[in-house]
């Protein structure tokens, strides 16, 4: 059994810092690619950034510059580092880590999801 536990949600006023993270734990033998995605009322999850083990990363467009994902593997955690927040950051954001089990299954998983809400 593997979870991913999320922290660091909030209320912020517009042009203020956030700092989420996100922990997998259980039967993990390695993980790969861990990301932030969003989604806010009405409209589809999207990717926020991603990162691969050996940290690369991608952003989407709309956080570029204003967001910062790094992770910790020796912890198995991922950060979203969000700066110069806007209203339109508002949203449920959703950390997922595509790892291997224990017993040697790729698997994907999803954590529980907090929120962010930024006030203008």
């Known amino acids: 059994q593997v979870q991913l536990v999320e922290s660091g949600g909030g209320l912020v006023q517009a042009g203020g810092s956030l700092r989420l993270s996100c922990t997998a734990s259980g039967s993990i033998f390695t993980v790969n690619d861990m990301g932030w995605y969003r989604q806010a009322p009405g409209k589809q999850r999207e990717l926020v950034a991603s990162?691969?083990?050996?940290?690369?990363?991608n952003y989407a467009d709309s956080v570029k510059g204003r967001f910062t994902i790094s992770r910790d593997n020796a912890k198995n955690t991922v950060y979203l580092q969000m700066n110069s927040l806007k209203p339109e950051d508002t949203a449920v954001y959703y950390c997922n880590a595509r790892l291997v089990t224990e017993d040697l299954y790729n698997k994907n998983y999803w954590g529980q999801g907090t929120q962010v809400t930024v006030s203008s």
């Open positions: 990162i691969t083990a050996g940290r690369s990363t």
